[in-house]
């Protein structure tokens, strides 16, 4: 090996290029790089081996070009970037030490140089699982989060409906519907062709018995997504939470109950075309006075503390599940971020790097 | 003539069938019925003589085939109903005498016999003209004090942008948004071919010159909307008081500004369609935490007397200006209805069927 025993080989999760379409696991290359684990002197990096990475939608906007301030483009070349869990090896910010766990935005790679580290939350609580702060203790809960009690202003006993409920975001904003006394239905897409009992039965064994949902439906099974919300909500839906977009924008419209809100967290369904599907419901938000309002999950993150006191409790005593799905290793990290977009995922989905 | 000298010849406005796609002036019918100006005893009815119609966009909604509890069905074969002003020429009921001055919602014809006469409003105030209680002082001012006061959530110095700005309601959003200090932008179609000076230097003449506006376009010489507002808003659109929808509000889309403002008042572009366009910018709702929100005037009828107290005084004071678009006579009616749908009127439609 080389003289300064301090550089390491360092897998790394690699765009080649911008993403056009569908994103397929060939669009990223995993190869290995070299890092020095010492921070420079003087510089105020620090210096993270990562633990654990989210694989999120938002990813996508990432993927190809585009200039928006909060989604900038991934760099063709280097490794990709998102929310991930790491453990400081070396640092030269006053703020951050040797040892320190930290969720934040971090690379796809065994070593991460973070020439930035202030927007990094320190994680202090470790009695529940660390790949939590991927997922309900990190962006996706902040975001069911804030989008459900910030956005939604629910009332106890009305009808709610979340897309993509099976995923990180809608798993926790059916189950917070639930503890506030609502009626809650979700919908996902259900791995096709990998397990082999009936996808409906595992889809609303997994929404109805293991997050508390009142219905749920496989939206793949469905020919008609406006039939299938009026048969799970006879009297109309008060509140949709928005993952998909399109034509599932299109059928809730025509199911929404009057003064009814949409919070609107993604719209997954589209991000993979080259144009958008046409919504053609909307006259239904002025008749119905519909509340449709997007928010980002940035917005929120000042709230980080408050956010933890309110759901560390409801995971120490059992009043809220989450379910992972769980990639191992950086080699499988592709395939784990495109499935994201075929609703290959049962749960959040992640990578894990390294346990510890 | 009959023994009973009270019965009179009532000329009507009749809706011949339901009607599908653009309405034609030949789906109604301006024929002669009679009716007696004598409440039946015991009866809390009221017998009014209709002064002021009002055009409104929402009756479109009305002329077709619906169940919607807020804007039922007309019925083919008898006279359509909409707002307007009318004096009581008897009375069953015990808040309404002989000579009261009211606006609400009354027949299109000569004398109308409401049956229901609690939704109607007196007017106390004849020191402004009596039309007005079609317009500034009636439904649709009360729809512009409601939307922009209440959904925009305006500030001082933000970009505004009003679609359908020449209407009874646009002219007033873009005053009440110069009286606080807003840069204020209106699009209209004027009349095509009936006045022979130019089109463009009409409408920016009564928009920018008569109520205020700091920036005029019209949108039927426009070949690309997006650019169109990129041009009036270098800085983008902070609220965006709708009236229009489809292509319209797709580009508005593309020109909102962060934590942006939609208040969906209408979408009359849609009315006539059998399939309403599509809207395919919507992530932008997203990524822009834009809110966007329906709502109905009748919501905030409750609140008629505070909007009196606001909005007398600019009239009296000369802060708000308004203009009026006049069809004389019943016969002139249903031209003057239809005309709303493809952007013939300049100013607020109505129609006198009689001056007192």
Not at 52 to 80: K, V
Not at 252 to 275: D, E, K, P, T, W
């Amino acid at each position: 090996m080389a003289a300064n025993s301090e550089v390491l080989s360092n897998k790394q999760v690699i765009l080649k290029n911008y993403v056009e379409g569908f994103p397929k696991e060939t669009d990223m290359l995993v190869k290995a790089s070299s890092i020095s684990l010492k921070v420079e002197e003087g510089s105020n990096a620090i210096l993270v081996k990562n633990l654990y990475l989210s694989c999120d939608p938002y990813m996508r906007a990432r993927m190809s070009f585009n200039q928006d301030p909060d989604f900038s483009s991934f760099t063709p070349g280097s490794p990709i970037e998102g929310f991930g869990v790491a453990k400081v090896v070396d640092s030269g910010h006053p703020e951050f030490k040797k040892g320190d766990l930290v969720w934040g935005t971090t690379g796809w790679e065994e070593y991460s140089l973070i020439k930035n580290p202030q927007g990094l939350f320190k994680i202090h609580h470790t009695d529940v699982p660390l790949s939590y702060y991927t997922g309900i203790l990190g962006m996706p809960g902040m975001t069911a989060w804030a989008g459900f009690y910030e956005i939604c202003a629910p009332k106890k006993g009305e009808y709610i409906y979340v897309s993509a409920a099976s995923g990180a975001v809608g798993q926790l904003v059916g189950q917070f519907a639930k503890l506030m006394g609502c009626y809650v239905v979700g919908s996902a897409g259900s791995r096709e062709k990998v397990w082999l009992i009936p996808m409906q039965s595992q889809l609303v064994e997994l929404l109805k018995n293991k997050f508390g949902f009142d219905d749920a439906f496989n939206y793949k099974e469905e020919n008609d997504l406006d039939a299938a919300l009026k048969r799970c909500f006879p009297e109309g839906i008060d509140i949709y939470f928005e993952h998909v977009g399109g034509k599932m924008l299109d059928a809730v419209l025509l199911n929404m109950r009057l003064h009814g809100r949409i919070a609107a967290c993604g719209m997954i369904s589209q991000y993979n075309l080259s144009q958008p599907e046409g919504v053609h419901n909307l006259m239904n938000v002025v008749y119905k006075r519909i509340r449709m309002e997007g928010f980002v999950v940035f917005d929120y993150f000042p709230q980080y503390s408050r956010f933890l006191d309110a759901v560390l409790p409801y995971i120490r005593e059992g009043k809220v599940v989450y379910v992972e799905d769980v990639a191992d290793g950086l080699e499988n990290a592709p395939a784990a971020l495109v499935g994201l977009f075929s609703g290959r995922n049962v749960g959040k989905q992640l990578v894990v790097v390294s346990r510890e």
